[in-house]
């Protein structure tokens, strides 16, 4: 998979644009409805990476079973993961980790009085 390729699969969760925050590497994939950023995607050291948050407890289990998931770089090492894209995370998991990160950072529902 390939940064575009993995770019539009973010971009397929409803209400979900891109943004640059920082510079032309780290894309930001976030929500309309609170922007808060669910997939950041970016190079480092010749491989593509994604940010995803991820339950801690989910993503301590993650990083021990995965060689290519450790602790979320630039970010909150006990709720982000990066994940090296072509590594040994196979696409299923792949796809379900970045679900997994989209409904933790999804905007919170209000409820009437």
Request: net charge neutral.
């Amino acid at each position: 998979m390939n940064r575009k390729e993995l770019v539009a699969y973010c971009l397929t969760y409803p209400s979900t644009f891109e943004d640059y925050p920082f510079d032309g590497n780290w894309a930001c994939i976030r929500h309309g409805g609170n922007r808060k950023g669910f997939a950041f995607i970016y190079e480092r050291n010749e491989n593509l990476c994604v940010n995803l948050k991820c339950d801690p407890i989910r993503a301590d289990f993650l990083r021990q079973i995965y060689a290519s998931v450790s602790a979320g770089y630039h970010m909150n090492k006990e709720h982000w993961n990066t994940v090296i894209i072509g590594g040994d995370v196979p696409h299923d998991e792949l796809f379900e980790m970045i679900q997994h990160s989209h409904e933790l950072t999804k905007p919170k529902i209000k409820r009437g009085r």
